[in-house]
């Protein structure tokens, strides 16, 4: 079986970086537990000419004792280097004993930012070993991962240092779709129905560590009370490990997060920053960045008035951090808790938001569903400032065919069923959105649900459907 799932795009691009006859620096980052180190692992196989793992939390003297231990490895018998540049001068002294032409070297150092010690000179130096020796050499292929998806971005991609412009390319590793995530499940020999796959990825996302978690002959709701309801259940702590992998100050990140967790649709920086300790406004547009960046949020618009003005809302995407601030962050004592609420109101209202997330997760399917995606798609949210009852529409589809499909996301475990109350409020919602922003586009509402439309006296009014099968789909 093979162990690698998905990542057919990035396994490309590494096969096309591998062959391309010039030395290569490549940045690989993204979230902690998405998989960078096994996708490298698995596709080189472990046959580097040089590798060496960062110490999460080490201090400075740990740091060089990890890289001297890579150097050990490929014939170093030397004492401890002094600095980092002499760390650097001695692997390259190294590589050139071993290093045979037309063979690619490879080089992987993993948790890169872990080495960046205060004062340490580690990226002075790193930037000296790529510009005075590894770009000279055509046979070297420099590989970088990091779970710490800033460091990366300002130190490697951003750089305005030693290293400006010299990342040759770089890899963001997302977490899995639906696709990749019944492929990896159905793998580990995983016998859930969609539903259920969908249901735990509503929890844990497309994290594919979190996947990994899953046993053979238990149900969705037993592999979550296990994994965060049971005593010392294994990703009870996850959460603030996950942050302090990422952020070397976490407070400000986690307490946006909170606010934007509270939030069912999304929000301005405004009223963020009127949420938030005022001592951190000034740093405000840096935190939601780096968040965006990292795949927690996402920044996206909101057309009001004329359909030409825009206004950008923040909103919290991650599956993951949405529901540890929904249900890890109170004092619940019953192991076996979404086992026994599963069928209550606060849990299919919570299976209706996260709904609402996944498809926000899946547009390329869903434009493939419509038909639409080889024509060119805007998408943004509206909300309404004139309507006393506050109408919103989460998804708009703004088509180059002058057509805007309004999508409604119901979530239910059999076929949705519209009544009188939600049909008038879908048409209200139509009806202010077109009158507020005045457009002359052809308005079309879609309906985007788990199973589709029962057939009633109010089903006539939704034009197209899009199921939970669609989001299933490999669409690249």
Not at 267 to 277: G, H, L, P, Q, Y
Not at 349 to 358: A, C, D, I
Request: aromatic share 12%; proline share 2%.
């Amino acid at each position: 079986m093979n162990s690698l799932y998905g990542r057919k795009k990035e396994r490309q691009q590494l096969e096309e970086y591998y062959h391309s006859g010039r030395a290569e620096f490549v940045a690989l980052y993204g979230r902690r537990r998405v998989g960078k180190t096994f996708l490298v692992e698995e596709y080189f196989k472990h046959e580097y000419a040089f590798t060496a793992t960062g110490v999460i939390d080490g201090k400075r003297a740990e740091q060089m004792a990890a890289f001297r231990q890579g150097l050990r490895d490929i014939g170093y018998t030397g004492e401890m280097p002094k600095n980092w540049m002499d760390a650097f001068y001695e692997l390259s002294k190294l590589l050139e004993l071993q290093m045979k032409k037309q063979k690619r070297c490879v080089l992987f150092i993993d948790e890169l930012p872990c080495f960046d010690t205060p004062k340490s000179g580690f990226v002075h130096a790193f930037g000296h070993f790529w510009n005075s020796w590894c770009q000279k050499h055509k046979e070297v292929m420099l590989i970088v991962c990091g779970s710490a998806t800033t460091w990366m971005i300002e130190n490697l991609i951003d750089s305005h240092g030693g290293l400006h412009d010299r990342i040759t390319h770089e890899i963001h590793l997302h977490p899995f779709n639906l696709h990749e995530t019944e492929e990896m499940l159905r793998a580990m020999n995983i016998v859930w129905d969609r539903l259920a796959i969908m249901q735990y990825y509503m929890v844990v996302g497309g994290v594919p560590y979190y996947l990994s978690l899953v046993e053979k002959g238990e149900s969705v709701d037993q592999t979550i009370d296990r994994l965060f309801f049971a005593d010392k259940a294994p990703l009870q702590r996850e959460y603030d490990r996950l942050f302090a992998s990422l952020f070397r100050r976490p407070e400000p990140y986690l307490e946006i997060l909170r606010i934007l967790s509270q939030q069912r649709i999304g929000v301005t920086r405004e009223e963020i920053a009127k949420a938030i300790d005022t001592h951190e406004n000034g740093h405000l547009t840096e935190y939601l960045k780096n968040l965006e960046k990292c795949d927690f949020v996402r920044y996206y618009y909101s057309k009001n008035k004329k359909i030409k003005k825009t206004e950008g809302l923040y909103q919290l995407t991650d599956l993951f951090v949405i529901f540890h601030n929904t249900y890890l962050t109170k004092a619940i004592t019953d192991n076996h808790y979404w086992s026994n609420h599963n069928h209550t109101p606060k849990l299919n209202n919570w299976y209706g938001l996260s709904f609402e997330r996944v498809c926000m997760a899946h547009i390329p399917q869903i434009k493939h569903a419509l038909g639409i995606d080889r024509i060119g798609v805007e998408y943004y949210s509206w909300r309404s400032k004139d309507s006393t009852e506050g109408a919103q529409i989460d998804l708009l589809l703004e088509r180059a065919d002058r057509i805007i499909n309004l999508c409604e996301m119901k979530y239910s475990k059999g076929l949705y069923s519209l009544d009188k109350d939600e049909d008038l409020n879908m048409r209200t919602r139509m009806t202010d959105f077109i009158q507020e922003t005045g457009t002359n586009y052809g308005v079309m509402p879609v309906l985007i649900s788990t199973y589709g439309l029962k057939s009633n006296m109010y089903s006539g009014g939704i034009q197209q459907q899009v199921t939970m099968e669609d989001l299933f789909k490999d669409v690249d």
